[in-house]
């Protein structure tokens, strides 16, 4: 075997997290490699973001044509050609893996194609290849995870990777029927758009209602309104036992309240959250510890257990604060890049106080800092209301009335610690929330800002104003 290969920094990964962290080194001169075994880009670009979001605005453009809501506007149904809108969205994904990935290779950071393995705590395997380093970067992502349904193994079924590009795992025909097994942002988003396109979709919820975990409780039953309204069956409070293969169809038995049920599907789809990519990478060779739910351990500077070797992005779960998303990764990349070889005396640590989230339904729901029962345990004297959009002039004129605007605040500072939005634009509408949060902003930092009318933002404002006065008793614009 040829002797191993010294850089600056390995980085197990190729996704957002180990490009950020490699272009960061690139700049202060040091040299990287980058590891993948799948698909050069990771989730984000190839098979999770960029492909659900394409796809899902087709859906609502079908969607809107035919279900128009203004009076006078007479529905009209599109053509929909499956095959060619899988092509396109293949095309999409191509150029962007090769302008935002494969075109920032070369100079003093390449690829090693392969499945990368720790041997010690300073040295990486991909392939018959081994590489050292001054210090190592774990950003290996996540993956679907599969929950112990009996029968599971046995049947075909379909995860979130269906959405991938160039690769066998890609769903290419459009579904007759869809049984869902799952009731988080994953699931509605892609629930809601196989409706959309013409499949019959069944959600399967374990809990007693959508989005339990880690959103107000006027969240779920809100979107479980209007997916029910669109022809989305949602089960909650359902448990799936088993599952079998019989035709051309899945047979699910599912343990509901009123006892057991047999559903059957063309397709089934598991979506059922994602787990750390840490099972089969040598970590317990190099000595870098892992949580319960296999998630590395990282300190506030992003240092595992090994202190010359790093974790980042979804491969650390919940760690320090932090979220499976694209945008933290990326930052705490360039953190791990940064504190390495900045040559600064200080390190920057991953501050994961703001990170605001969205899932892509129609309308959206968008979510940043304390949700009401967050703030009260921590201690705060919380204010905490809802207003529906049908006091925001911007849902009335479009006719959009579904949803609602949630501040959560400090009863006596007013400062606002955390913000919730289903409503249309709300993805767009959180940045402010976030920018405020970011700042400190109470109440009166809202309702003080000049809102353009008629806007969804401006729902931010009436929210804060409802701690002081009616909003449904204002006229435009006031305060």
Same mark, same amino acid.
């Given at each position: 075997?040829?002797?191993?290969? =010294? ?13 950020? !962290? ?75 893996? /090769? ?22 705590? =300073? ?10 380093? $001054? ?6 992502? @996540? ?9 599971? #193994? ?11 590009? $160039?690769?066998?795992? /890609? ?76 035709? @051309? ?30 099972? $089969? ?30 974790? #980042? ?16 990764? @990326? ?10 070889? @900045? ?42 209301? !809802? ?20 501040? +959560? ?19 767009? +509408?959180?940045?402010? #929330? ?46």
């Amino acid at each position: 075997m040829a002797p191993p290969e =010294h850089l600056n920094l390995v980085i197990l990964g190729s996704g957002s997290t180990a490009f950020a !962290a490699a272009l960061r080194a690139q700049e202060t001169g040091k040299t990287a490699v980058m590891t993948e075994a799948r698909m050069l880009g990771g989730t984000c670009v190839n098979r999770g973001c960029l492909p659900s979001k394409n796809l899902i605005e087709a859906a609502r453009l079908l969607h809107d044509a035919r279900n128009p809501r203004y009076p006078g506007l007479q529905g009209a149904a599109l053509g929909l050609d499956f095959a060619q809108l899988i092509a396109q969205k293949d095309d999409v994904v191509r150029g962007y893996r /090769e302008k935002k990935y494969a075109s920032l290779l070369g100079g003093s950071f390449r690829i090693e194609e392969g499945h990368a393995r720790f041997l010690d705590a =300073h040295t990486v395997a991909v392939g018959d290849k081994r590489l050292t380093a $001054d210090a190592f970067l774990i950003a290996t992502g @996540s993956r679907p995870r599969l929950p112990p349904i009996e029968g599971l #193994a046995e049947v075909p079924y379909l995860t979130s990777d269906l959405l991938t590009s $160039d690769e066998a795992v /890609e769903l290419k025909a459009l579904p007759r029927s869809l049984l869902i097994v799952g009731g988080g942002y994953i699931a509605l988003e892609l629930g809601q758009m196989f409706s959309r396109f013409g499949s019959e979709v069944t959600l399967l919820e374990r809990s007693g209602t959508l989005l339990s975990h880690g959103y107000e409780p006027e969240v779920g039953p809100t979107v479980r309104a209007f997916l029910e309204d669109e022809g989305v069956r949602v089960l909650v409070n359902a448990q799936l036992v088993r599952v079998r293969e019989e035709g @051309s169809e899945v047979v699910a038995t599912i343990k509901l309240p009123a006892g057991m049920r047999e559903l059957r599907a063309e397709t089934l789809l598991v979506a059922t959250g994602r787990v750390p990519n840490t099972d $089969d990478i040598g970590l317990e060779k190099a000595g870098v510890a892992v949580g319960e739910g296999g998630h590395v351990l990282v300190d506030e500077h992003l240092r595992t257990s090994v202190p010359h070797i790093y974790a #980042a992005g979804d491969v650390i779960g919940r760690e320090q604060n932090s979220q499976m998303a694209t945008p933290v990764g @990326s930052r705490d990349g360039t953190i791990v890049a940064h504190n390495l070889f @900045s040559g600064l005396p200080h390190r920057t640590t991953a501050e994961h106080r703001v990170i605001p989230r969205v899932i892509f339904t129609d309308p959206q729901v968008a979510v940043v800092g304390m949700t009401e029962k967050d703030a009260v345990a921590a201690g705060h004297p919380c204010w905490c209301r !809802a207003v529906p959009l049908t006091l925001v002039p911007r849902a009335g004129a479009i006719r959009n009335t579904v949803g609602f605007v949630k501040m +959560v605040a400090n009863a006596r500072t007013h400062e606002v610690l955390g913000v919730t939005m289903v409503g249309p634009e709300a993805g767009e +509408v959180i940045h402010e #929330a976030a920018m405020g949060l970011r700042f400190r902003a109470t109440l009166h930092d809202f309702i003080d800002l000049l809102h353009v009318y008629p806007t969804m933002a401006e729902g931010l404002k009436i929210a804060a104003i409802s701690r002081f006065k009616d909003p449904s008793k204002l006229s435009c614009c006031a305060e």
